[in-house]
């Protein structure tokens, strides 16, 4: 039984990635119903919950229905992360991560996310003052190091462990890799095999079919695996790679009333929590890959990622339905 501190995750959880702009309330369910055991929580700017930022507060809210559920929070100031340790404890999630492996330059140039792993000590002090003033359970994201010639992760593992940090989630890449390139999962077998470490190990990082899950829990031994960039448009994922683990046989892939449901499902929560204006909008990123893969489909797209209407979107989908009842994904 894989656990970070009280929460018991199950023999091999499967955990939603914190994604900015895509882990959002809406999302996170759709993904707890088909599967996910642990969800986290787009990444929150410290100094933005500080100033009270609307966008960063909006991010706060969890749902009991989405539990285990971690925030995340990353920035590059000690005193803004022990502050925003205070505040995170208020909504009472069940785990506090803190995001050391964001690329993205401008979360980089401020010290923050995969910018802290140039300097571990800065990376040690900042995981302190946030263990310091809260009581959740304290976990960590990270990459393997700042570039090919700094792997750092086996000093980064044990230290963030003697501090108190209760789970580690490992990106098989460099910060100077982005997302380009093949994550290297051998650097987490490592961490994984040191004696030394008594924390659960979380992979991530191209696991985006049912064999592959297979073959890295098998091949590297992680104590389960972080699901980011597959989940996207596709949230079946997380019970496929269960139904596989357990039988060796893949669930049928969703139908185009499974992809409808799961659009519509989305689209509707999304405007619940939003707002209509907001939650259509934010909404059109997602449609290109809930329908990946259908022949034909360029003038619906166009139709859904253009319209403003509501109801004329749920007709939208009542004509895909009408129209793609047969089709084959490829």
């Known amino acids: 039984m894989v656990k970070i501190g009280n929460i018991e995750l199950g023999e091999f959880p499967l955990l939603l990635a914190p994604m900015e702009d895509v882990s959002d309330p809406p999302f996170r369910r759709l993904c707890k119903m088909h599967g996910a055991d642990m969800l986290y929580s787009e990444f929150i700017s410290s100094e933005g919950l500080i100033r009270d930022a609307i966008k960063s507060k909006m991010k706060l809210d969890i749902f009991d229905y989405e539990r285990p559920v971690g925030i995340q929070i990353f920035g590059g100031d000690e005193e803004a992360m022990a502050m925003s340790a205070k505040i995170v404890e208020t909504v009472q999630p069940d785990v506090l991560d803190i995001n050391f492996g964001c690329p993205v330059k401008k979360v980089v140039t401020k010290g923050a996310g995969a910018g802290v792993l140039k300097d571990v000590d800065l990376m040690i002090r900042l995981t302190k003052a946030v263990i310091d003033n809260t009581n959740l359970p304290v976990t960590v994201k990270t990459r393997l190091g700042w570039d090919d010639t700094s792997i750092n992760i086996d000093e980064v593992a044990e230290r963030l462990q003697d501090v108190g940090v209760q789970a580690l989630s490992i990106h098989g890449r460099t910060r100077a890799q982005l997302y380009k390139g093949e994550a290297d999962w051998t650097h987490i077998a490592r961490v994984k ?133 047969d089709a084959t994904f490829s």
């Open 193 to 325: 095999e040191n004696p030394r470490i008594t924390m659960p190990i979380f992979g991530n990082g191209d696991v985006d079919s049912p064999e592959k899950a297979l073959e890295y829990r098998n091949k590297y031994g992680v104590d389960g695996i972080m699901i980011g960039r597959a989940a996207i448009g596709y949230p079946w994922i997380f019970n496929e790679i269960k139904h596989f683990f357990e039988t060796g046989e893949h669930l049928e892939k969703p139908t185009i009333e499974d992809r409808v449901e799961a659009a519509k499902n989305h689209l509707t929560w999304s405007t619940q929590w939003k707002g209509e204006r907001l939650g259509i909008v934010e909404m059109r990123r997602h449609y290109t890959n809930y329908f990946k893969g259908i022949p034909h489909f360029k003038e619906y797209r166009t139709q859904l990622v253009t319209n403003d209407n509501l109801d004329e979107l749920y007709s939208v989908f009542d004509e895909i339905l009408a129209n793609f009842k």
